[in-house]
């Protein structure tokens, strides 16, 4: 993928090179950008300092088609980004009488006075093209390949402002000034319950030379992410790049690893959700060192109210047995992890809410509270359904955090394939996902 | 704070740049050099091709006194740092016989012969100090200022290895290499349930002119941080510059705004799970629109289980009546989304675990059920003690996240302040928050 036009992106903000937040602004810009048709050849961030943004321009404007700058464009002192480019592409700043009535008119609605200091925000390089901002007041504006320099795009710092503005800017100006950008297809198969070695191995032999097409592996905590990125002179023939690529990877692993076709964010919870939702069928949750977490990335998934019912988080022992009725001895004789508490657990659990299915956590994620028998990491998933209950035993390794992740990404895949009836055991032994039973 | 080193950032892989993840380790180097006392002057990221990553370097190399890098030093083709480094420091590679015993033992030590191609991680520059890694494969190194180049340390990708790798670098060079590095101290004031502009205008004039000490205000959906860095000759006086700061930010916000002086990744569940186990109170939750947010953000905690007794998820209102014993006339009546409704899911959780406390939460999270009365984001908090129940309507801005992420932290902040007996209802009306009632 030599072909594409290269673009740098630059973040500036003072924050960001404090460590107090990751940038995100420079990741996301990357996804958007590649997915339009652009190689990415580097990211800088440089904080509010004159000096600093100028020398990281300096270089960040060689050796690139397109430079995508993000913040400093505020009614701050601290806010020199509309300075150093007017200077730079040497078009002394004019107010743009559309951006300074667009900022009053915002202020008005929230019925304050703007403050005069304000007014530099509509301040932009003449003979720019402005990109009007109607989700917040700073203005950005693109500036031609002039000076020597590239296509540059100024953006404010915050994504729900600067998202439709760099949309608008493709629209208004982007497409004309990059005429031949390849056409990308992205798709992402995600897989589940499967150790990522086995994975990368399946496919060692996609991962290069291939024409046109990317295979990317993202692996977190049991749940992998297979990303395949094509190329071409138009949609048919990067979407044939992908169809092809994706059929291969679904041969070698297995239509039933690969859980779900879909957004690169995808969760295993929305995947259980959005099949539970197509069935008509409605789900109950019984939790004990996930916490809560099952029931909360369920419910992150607008719609899961048509499908979740209820769940209850029984953290202690008398929760257990007082709430869902887990009688007292098969704890005392089991021990509160346990595949038969776990049963129990979900059972009731399903039981009480009168739902088609219901799954159950019962495990200890750390830092204490593991034994010689049962070390921390130790966690059993149990379900129920129509047809009966069954329980599995997985070791996560990894701090409190990871043990959770882990089990809530097993939990609702395992789920999935109870409901789809598809194998639940094949895959859990192997060592990346230390799981046993 | 102009006296400190200057350290630049050089992250290298293309995942990166192609926006998979956000450079969490950028920022986290960010955060532990800016604690050490160095200045961070950029940060930058190239892909794994061996062109880009030299001239990243080139431009990175100019105007530090430290550059860091991490990844690049896996056994694969795409692997090039070592390479780079070596020749720019003109200093060919030499095998370290040491690095390569680790290595070999580690794979020995999980049943499996070690690749002959993993020989070419222990190939160090010539004379570099060589960091070993006893948490993963690859050493790292650090190089001295040579050649007209500051000081380099090279690091693997994943954090859990550079950073007790970066501690030995301090210990065994870097120290010495900047023995006048400036002394800092870090203190973070978390403020909840109070609008952003509000800490802002309070605290306008502190931000800057101030000799050795910066304030920064972090605000992500009620949670304000506001955190002060000194510096000085010595920790008596970095930490007398913060101590100074502090209580001019206390006296200001006055003591019952700041919820709790902690670790800057301290949440407000954590300091509610704090204060109550340090009372010996107990906690029972009962989410509807929250769906087990509160619970996870709780159970997070590690030792929660002695505070946390159970939790419901009470997303239908069939659980609200079955599972809590909330009267169907009360919902009827008023709303599963009203005071009335709260105050009873609040007070039946808490009678039935048992608990001192307990606290819930019903409302709309969107992106659907709103109506003119209640629309999206409204949300009703309420909260039960010995002393009886109360609750309190907020109306959040923003997406479903958005209006989950403020109901949990103002859940938990409204529990702290009623178990502390402090007010509850002062700061609730402004428009940052979008908080009626």
Redesign the interface.
Known sequence: MTTAPRVRIL?TGS??????????N???????L?ARGFR????????DSPL?IE??LE?ALR?CDLLVMTGGLGPTEDDVNRDILASLWDRPLELDERAEAMMRERFAA?GIEMPQGNVVQAMLPGGCVPLYNHWGTAPGFVLPPDKGHPVLVALPGPAGEWRPMLEAAFEEVLLDSFPNLPVRAVHTLHVAMTPESIVNEELADLFSGREGVEL?L?ARRGHIRV?I?AEGVDAAEADGRVAELRAEVVRRLGAELVFVEGPEDMTGAQALVEMLASRGETLA?A?S????????A???V????AV?????????N??KS??LGVAEELIAAHGAVSGEVARAMAERARE??GAEWALSVTGIA????GTEEKPVGTVWIGMAGEAGSEAHQFLFSGD??AV?EWSVNQAVELLRRCVRGVERTALLRP?RIDAAG
């Open positions: 973040s924050e960001i090179l404090q460590g107090l937040y990751p940038d995100t420079a990741q996301l810009l990357s996804r958007i590649s990415v050849a580097g990211h800088v961030a440089a904080p600093l020398k990281a270089t050796d929230r990317t993202l990303r990125v949750l939790e060192c996930t916490g809560g977490a099952i029931a909360r369920v419910t992150d607008p719609g899961s109210s979740f019912l209820a769940g209850w988080v029984t953290y202690s008398a929760a007082r709430d009480i809410a750390g830092p204490s509270g409190r955090a959770r060592g």
